[in-house]
């Protein structure tokens, strides 16, 4: 170093050591950044006070090129140094960047969708039978579950939301499935009764009993005389030719035999009013675009033919959702 560049060099070092001396770590880095930069120093001191001050301000990219640039010219013997210095603040920030990077968390994991599922399968299946009535007090578990992760990792709103998102949606498939499912009649756990109702149904069941009453079953049981009374009311000339109605325990069987003009949707509809004018018959509970409660207890087969006797469609009542299950 020529010695007009040198005596500038000494110049700013001098200043760069005061004005750190004095607090003015800002204005003394600039100083060392340029005498790094511009001056190429035969002694490591301007490299080390630049790398202390840039990473002190969080500076680590600039502090870690002036680290290796140091390592390189101490080892190219251009400049006097302790280059375990450099190795050593080189480990440290490196170490620093490692613990404070926080992994990034994917929004939608094979977790999270594994609950979601199980959430919603339960929720549509925890209404018709007794297993499905077993998975909707999982369905309930998972949820306290969930509410216990989110009270957990409340400030980290991000993988959080995806299981919020879960929860609400699966809670609200659940009363969905409660409002549009009716209870079947060995329980009332899930029925939509008011409670006072349920107690007052169970009491008068219990008064009968003791009182010696006979409970009257007649209302569900039919007989020839309903199958004839509810051909007259339902029969249709200008979409059937006939139909007939047998009964074997439990079992309904509904036979239509069917004009060509008849489509399959009409014949459903018409399969449908026949069973349900049946129910009101009888004098049983109906629900809206649903079978009424007779086809709890019996089980209704429907096959609808054509004038050759060949099944264009075939049907059975579903005993948990009182619907029609058409093949």
Not at 197 to 205: D, L, P, R, W
Request: charged share 25%; with cysteine.
């Amino acid at each position: 170093m020529k010695k007009d560049r040198y005596d500038q060099f000494y110049l700013m070092q001098t200043q760069a050591k005061g004005l750190e001396t004095k607090g003015a770590k800002r204005a003394a880095l600039d100083l060392y950044v340029e005498i790094v930069e511009d001056y190429f120093p035969d002694t490591d001191y301007s490299f080390q006070r630049a790398v202390i001050l840039l990473t002190e301000c969080g500076k680590t990219e600039s502090a870690i090129k002036y680290c290796k640039l140091a390592i390189k010219r101490i080892e190219n013997a251009e400049m006097k140094g302790n280059s375990d210095f450099f190795e050593r603040q080189l480990h440290s920030i490196n170490g620093s960047a490692k613990k404070n990077k926080r992994p990034k968390r994917r929004i939608v994991n094979i977790k999270t969708l594994f609950i979601s599922a199980v959430l919603i399968v339960s929720a549509l299946f925890s209404l018709p039978n007794k297993i499905y009535k077993f998975l909707f007090l999982i369905f309930l578990t998972v949820i306290a579950w969930l509410i216990g992760k989110i009270v957990k990792r409340y400030r980290n709103k991000i993988s959080i939301k995806v299981q919020t998102i879960a929860l609400f949606g699966a809670a609200l498939v659940a009363v969905a499935a409660a409002s549009q499912i009716p209870p079947p009649q060995w329980t009332s756990f899930f029925s939509l009764e008011p409670l006072s109702q349920i107690a007052e149904n169970q009491t008068s069941a219990t008064n009968a009993k003791a009182s010696g009453d006979a409970v009257d079953d007649e209302s569900v049981s039919i007989n020839a005389d309903d199958l004839s009374a509810i051909k007259k009311i339902t029969l249709d000339t200008l979409l059937v030719t006939d139909y007939d109605i047998t009964i074997q325990g439990n079992n309904l069987l509904l036979q239509i035999k069917t004009k060509q003009t008849a489509s399959k949707a009409a014949l459903k509809d018409y399969a449908v009013r026949i069973l349900s004018e049946l129910n009101d018959y009888k004098n049983q509970k109906s629900h809206e675009d649903r079978l009424g409660d007779l086809y709890k207890d019996y089980t209704a087969n429907i096959i609808c033919t054509d004038l050759t006797g060949k099944v264009i469609l075939r049907g059975q009542s579903n005993p948990y959702t009182l619907k029609i299950d058409w093949q």
